[in-house]
């Protein structure tokens, strides 16, 4: 079975640092868009980083602060979070990223367990 382990969440203060990992446990990310998203307290999750064949993808809020690369060798998708934000405090999810029809990015309907990050004023 198919398996993303998110892992790199935790507590930080704000203008911290983190760096999130992303293990695939099943089939390899290599040939796949993987994309990080971000579910708030009482919120939708939303898109966060994406990294395709063709580049890398932020939404605005995070232009300039975060880095997302992957190791295809260790099928391990990382989000390098610098300047954080008390408005950065979720959840945060891997996935297979996909341009929906609206052009909004979207991860498939399997979740993983996702990583908490915590930011503090």
């Known amino acids: 079975q198919e398996q993303v382990i998110e892992s790199g969440g935790g507590l930080v203060q704000a203008g911290g640092s983190l760096t999130l990992s992303c293990f695939g446990s099943?089939?390899?990310?290599?040939?796949?868009?993987m994309g990080w998203f971000r579910q708030a307290p009482g919120k939708e999750r939303t898109f966060v980083a994406a990294i395709t064949q063709s580049g890398t993808y932020y939404t605005d809020s995070v232009k300039g602060r975060f880095t997302i690369s992957r190791d295809n060798a260790k099928n391990t998708v990382y989000l390098q979070m610098n300047s954080l934000k008390p408005e950065d405090t979720a959840v945060y999810y891997c996935?297979?990223?996909?341009?929906?029809?609206?052009?909004?990015?979207?991860?498939?309907?399997?979740w993983g367990q996702g990583t908490q990050v915590t930011v503090s004023a």
């Open positions: 996935n297979v990223a996909v341009v929906d029809r609206s052009g909004s990015w979207r991860g498939l309907p399997d």
């Open positions: 099943g089939r390899p990310f290599g040939s796949f868009p």
